[in-house]
C-alpha cells in the first residue's frame, strides 16, 4: 500500500509506530509550517513551542499535539528541517537573503561549479544546509548558500548558489580541500537524484580565467582517449588535462580508517544504511583504487553505523502506535 501511495509507511524505528492513512494530513501539516508567516517573521527558526503554535492555528482538532513530534520527524526525514538544538528548529527555506560578510582563504582552493540547464531547483541549497548543518562554520548560513569548516580534515569552504546564472559554485581550502570536494560532490549527487530527469554540467574553472570552465565529463573522457592537453572554448591557450583535472580529484590513497573519517563527515544523521553506501559508492567514484586495498566495504558500513550516535529525533521514546 505504500508503494501504491495509498498510504505512508517508514521502516524507521522511530517513525513506525505511526501509520497515516491520508497522506493529505502530512503534507497539510509540513506546509502549515513552511508557509506560517511566523516563521517568516523569524529568519527561518522556530522554538518548539512556537512550531507546535503553528500546527495548531492550522487545525487545532486533526493537529493535535500528540502527533507534532511526528510531523517535525517528518520533516527531518525528508531534509526540509533540523534540530538547531533542544528546543529549536531551523527551515532554511526561510534564511535571511543577504550573505554575511566572512573572511575565507584565496590559496590552495578547489573550485568546481555546477551548471544547470533549465534551472537550479531551489530546495538544493536548504536540503545541503541541512545534512551538513553540523559543519556549519559559525552560523555563516543564509538562503542561497553556507560556509563549512572540518576541523578533523582542517579545510573550510563555500557553497554559493546564483538562481539567475542557473549555477552553483563550491570554493573548498586547506589541505585535504580534494578530499572534501569529494564528500561534498557526494552530497551533491544525493541530492539530485531526487530529480527525475535534471539536466547539469559539472565544470572546473581554468586557474588563470575563472569565468571560464571545462566540463568535468569532457576532460575526463579526453583523458580516458589518451589526450594530455586541451584548448578550452574562449580561452587564448591550451591547459594541461592533468592539471586541471589534478585539483579536483582526491590527491592520495585512503586508508580505512581515513575513508570512515570521510564517511562521518558525509553521511547525515538521518540517512539510512542504504543511503549511507550510495553516498560511500558516490565518494569512491573519485577513488577507485581504494576498493583494491583488500579493505571489505560493507564491513566499514557496519563499523560506521556501529560507531555513530543515533539521529536527534523528538518524540521517539513514546511507546503507543498511532494512526492518522
Not at 555563516?140 to 546564483?162: C, H, N, P, Q, S
Request: aromatic fraction near 10%; charged fraction near 30%; glycine fraction near 6%.
Amino acid at each position: 500500500m505504500n508503494d501504491l501511495g495509498v498510504v505512508i509507511h517508514f521502516p524507521d524505528y522511530n517513525l513506525f509506530k505511526t501509520h497515516v492513512l491520508d497522506p493529505r494530513w502530512l503534507t497539510g501539516g509540513v506546509y502549515a509550517i513552511i508557509n506560517s508567516p511566523l516563521l517568516a517573521d523569524k529568519g527561518g527558526v522556530l522554538t518548539l513551542n512556537q512550531f507546535s503554535d503553528c500546527l495548531q492555528q492550522k487545525d487545532t482538532e486533526t493537529y493535535d499535539r500528540g502527533c507534532h513530534p511526528y510531523i517535525l520527524n517528518i520533516m527531518q526525514k525528508f531534509e526540509l528541517c533540523y534540530l538547531i538544538d533542544e528546543k529549536r528548529v531551523l527551515v532554511p527555506d526561510l534564511l535571511p537573503v543577504p550573505e554575511p560578510d566572512f573572511d575565507f582563504a584565496e590559496t590552495d582552493l578547489a573550485v568546481l561549479k555546477y551548471e544547470y540547464v533549465k534551472f537550479v531547483p531551489r530546495s538544493v541549497i536548504p536540503r545541503l544546509i541541512v545534512r551538513l548543518h553540523d559543519q556549519i562554520d559559525r552560523d555563516l548560513r543564509w538562503r542561497t548558500g553556507l560556509v563549512l569548516a572540518e576541523k578533523e580534515l582542517g579545510v573550510r569552504a563555500i557553497v554559493r548558489a546564483d538562481y539567475e546564472a542557473r549555477a552553483i559554485e563550491i570554493i573548498v581550502s586547506g589541505k585535504a580541500r580534494r578530499d572534501y570536494l569529494a564528500v561534498l560532490r557526494s552530497e551533491f549527487g544525493h541530492i539530485h537524484r531526487r530529480f527525475e530527469q535534471l539536466e547539469f554540467s559539472e565544470r572546473i574553472p581554468l586557474p588563470d580565467r575563472p569565468d571560464l570552465g571545462v566540463s568535468y565529463s569532457y576532460l575526463t573522457r579526453l583523458e580516458s582517449e589518451g589526450e594530455t592537453k586541451v584548448f578550452p572554448e574562449n580561452a587564448d591557450r591550451r591547459y594541461a588535462i592533468a592539471e586541471l583535472l589534478g585539483s579536483v580529484r582526491v590527491s592520495h590513497k585512503w586508508t580505512e580508517e581515513e575513508f570512515l573519517k570521510l564517511l562521518q563527515v558525509a553521511i547525515a544523521d538521518t540517512d539510512d544504511k542504504d543511503t549511507a553506501i550510495k553516498v560511500a559508492n558516490g565518494i569512491l567514484m573519485l577513488q577507485p583504487n581504494f576498493m583494491g586495498m583488500g579493505i571489505n566495504f560493507n564491513k566499514l558500513i557496519e563499523r560506521f553505523f556501529a560507531g555513530r550516535k543515533p539521529p536527534r529525533l523528538i518524540g521517539a521514546d513514546t511507546n503507543e502506535e498511532e494512526t492518522r
